[in-house]
């Protein structure tokens, strides 16, 4: 009998230690990690220079509020910086914490920069934006709602990819537009570039900030570290958490300088927000992704992957698209994946799901070909075992 509150269905494996692509849990059973503990760990499990930085800071300082200054949070800041079109960032512990820094900063702005008044945040069908009464109020799913009301006011929801909706719901109240990049729980659907482009002109047109949420997209995970390098479009606020650790739990909300006076000493705070050894995480996993160009790998292997798995899927009644950018991709399949995952779990691959029909890889940025040559296949003979049931029983 457990402890703990039963608010996860866990899968039926203990996982004990892990390197690299590699997990292994408490009978010795080897299994090759394509889901990176939800995007997580972009350098694999373990990473030696982030596991040295860490244990160098273990034996120096742990702990010290705030209020003190603290170098090792000012150059993970730096690093973020000057790798990004932001200016400043404001450190805390996990992803929901990050968008709902974000969504301070944006009603803040408004309202005591601009004196405005201006609150309202307009996000998209199907986002996914975190669990705290803020951000699951953000996110345009109803499963993450239920039994939590009242909800806050001042978040809209529009469908995706619909600009005149999204202008329709514009008024003298909105304050920011925020969305991911490639709406990733929402079952890997990548935004459209000419999309994304005529929200950054609807944002300019309004005076609304354009916040993206880029904590499972960032960080390398696409292709490039962040995102919206791909698209030319520039946020004035964007957020991580996910990958920007290694593990070390951490989150960040990074801004443009014309944001800056809004969060002001006292505005906004965070005890643990940027600990010496959560920044030494961080900034060992940045310098590390930039010596080892791992987005620059994530593309190229992204692209392998995707490959090999239109070859190898391509043809199945069970499958009907491979979706995504870089290293988060998404199989469409016909019906409840929920079975597959299991089964491809008991042969040794772990994947996770994105909604009830898509199967979602995240492996780790460093992965090789071999590995992704031993993921398809074991991913190619559960669904074509699938398929071939389902012929034969009407
Ligand atoms: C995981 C995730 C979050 C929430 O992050 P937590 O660290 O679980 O709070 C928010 N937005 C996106 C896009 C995510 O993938």
Redesign the pocket.
């Known amino acids: 009998m457990s402890s703990l509150f039963p608010t996860y269905a866990r899968y039926p494996i203990t996982l004990v230690k892990g390197k690299g692509s590699r997990l292994w849990d408490d009978q010795g059973k080897e299994y090759l990690d394509f889901m990176g503990g939800?995007?997580v760990t972009g350098l694999g499990h373990a990473p030696d220079e982030v596991k040295d930085a860490i244990v160098a800071q273990l034996g120096e300082l742990w702990h010290m509020s705030n209020l003190f200054s603290n170098p090792n949070q000012e150059k993970a800041a730096k690093l973020l910086v000057d790798n990004s079109g932001a200016d400043a960032v404001f450190f805390c512990n996990?992803?929901?914490?990050?968008?709902e820094a974000a969504i301070k900063l944006a009603r803040r702005y408004h309202q005591k920069v601009l004196g405005n008044g201006r609150y309202e945040v307009i996000t998209f069908n199907q986002s996914?934006?975190?669990?705290t009464i803020a951000?699951l109020t953000a996110t345009g799913q109803d499963k993450v709602k239920e039994g939590f009301l009242p909800l806050p006011e001042g978040f809209v929801h529009v469908p995706l990819h619909d600009l005149p909706a999204l202008e329709a719901a514009v008024n003298d109240r909105t304050a920011a537009i925020m969305l991911?990049l490639v709406q990733?729980?929402g079952g890997v659907i990548v935004v459209d570039p000419g999309f994304l482009r005529g929200v950054r002109e609807l944002c300019d047109r309004h005076g609304l900030l354009l916040i993206l949420?880029e904590?499972?997209?960032g960080m390398g995970r696409t292709g490039k570290l962040f995102a919206h390098q791909h698209y030319g479009v520039e946020p004035d606020i964007f957020?991580l958490?996910?990958g920007i650790g290694s593990g070390f739990p951490v989150?960040a909300m990074l801004g443009k300088a014309k944001l800056v006076p809004a969060f002001v000493a006292g505005a906004h705070a965070s005890t643990f927000g940027g600990t010496p050894i959560a920044m030494a995480a961080v900034a060992a996993t940045i310098e590390t992704m930039l010596k080892l160009d791992a987005p620059g790998r994530a593309a190229e292997a992204g692209e392998y992957l995707m490959g090999k798995l239109e070859e190898a899927l391509g043809g199945l009644p069970n499958v009907t698209e491979i979706r995504g950018k870089g290293l988060l991709v998404g199989i469409q399949c016909t019906g409840p994946v929920a079975d597959l995952v299991a089964e491809l779990h008991r042969r040794g691959l772990l994947v996770v799901t994105a909604g009830p029909t898509v199967i979602r890889l995240l492996p780790s940025l460093l992965v090789t070909h071999e590995d992704i040559d031993q993921a398809v296949s074991l991913i190619a003979a559960v669904l074509t075992e699938q398929a071939a049931a389902k012929t034969v029983t009407p």
């Open positions: 939800l995007a996990s992803g929901a914490e990050a968008n996914f934006h975190g669990r951000t991911e990733a729980e949420d904590i499972q997209t957020t958490a996910k989150g």
